[in-house]
């Protein structure tokens, strides 16, 4: 994952936003993702951004893109204690016909009541 | 049909010893990947399918790893002669892909613990 860059940790007060970091290497990943993982599980898909956008907005998720600085953020309004995961962003280039996963290190995140 | 299953959810083994995992799909997605995580790390591709073809197996760790998905439904990795450094989480993940959009379902893991 060493080509995906995420922050390790982020700590955060019930309620309040959370803004979770992410840069990447391979501008011809035509799609990008943010996934969870909750302790003992597998990982969840939470949303994905085509390249073409700008930010994608879902109930209270928000994925910004900036594709000129291969910077990706997810943010969560209204953070809640159910919240606490890690969440890891993902970019899926092209390779020989393929597109080979590359997830980054994951941030956990930390919601304090 | 309520999501991707592994089994077993754990297995301890002797160094040495050969190991199998499998991975059961949802049932209507043709890709089926294999993972490894390690502690603090992200998951690490290490092979995946589309049906039964096998389009991408460089990134197998080493030749001590093999992945089979006969008939395009449920997948097995085999580990041959396991090292102490094969320990990890052993994830299986299906989608139905079509080009590049790749949204991956993944299953609860099996925790390999090498003695």
């Known amino acids: 994952g060493e080509d995906v860059e995420q922050s390790l940790f982020l700590s955060v007060r019930e309620g309040d936003s959370s803004v979770i970091n992410c840069t990447y290497t391979d501008s011809s990943s035509t799609y990008l993702y943010w996934y969870k993982q909750e302790p003992g599980a597998g990982l969840q898909l939470l949303t994905y951004i085509f390249s073409n956008m700008d930010m994608k907005q879902d109930q209270r998720l928000t994925v910004l893109l900036n594709k000129k600085d291969k910077h990706l953020s997810l943010r969560i309004a209204d953070t809640q204690t159910g919240d606490s995961a890690i969440y890891f962003c993902a970019e899926s280039p092209p390779s020989g016909g393929s597109y080979i996963p590359t997830f980054g290190r994951g941030t956990s995140l930390i919601v304090h009541p | 049909d309520t999501g991707v299953s592994q089994d077993p959810r754990h297995k301890i083994t002797k160094r040495g010893q050969n190991v199998t995992f499998r991975c059961d799909p949802i049932s209507e997605h043709n890709r089926l990947y294999w993972y490894r995580q390690t502690l603090g790390q992200g998951p690490e591709f290490l092979t995946y399918?589309?049906?039964?073809?096998?389009l991408e197996k460089s990134r197998l760790l080493s030749d001590r790893f093999s992945a089979e998905r006969p008939k395009g439904s449920f997948s097995t990795l085999e580990i041959q002669r396991t090292e102490q450094g094969d320990s990890a989480m052993y994830l299986c993940a299906s989608g139905w892909g079509q080009g590049e959009l790749d949204t991956q379902y993944f299953g609860p893991g099996t925790r390999l613990t090498v003695l």
């Open positions: 399918f589309q049906n039964e073809a096998q």
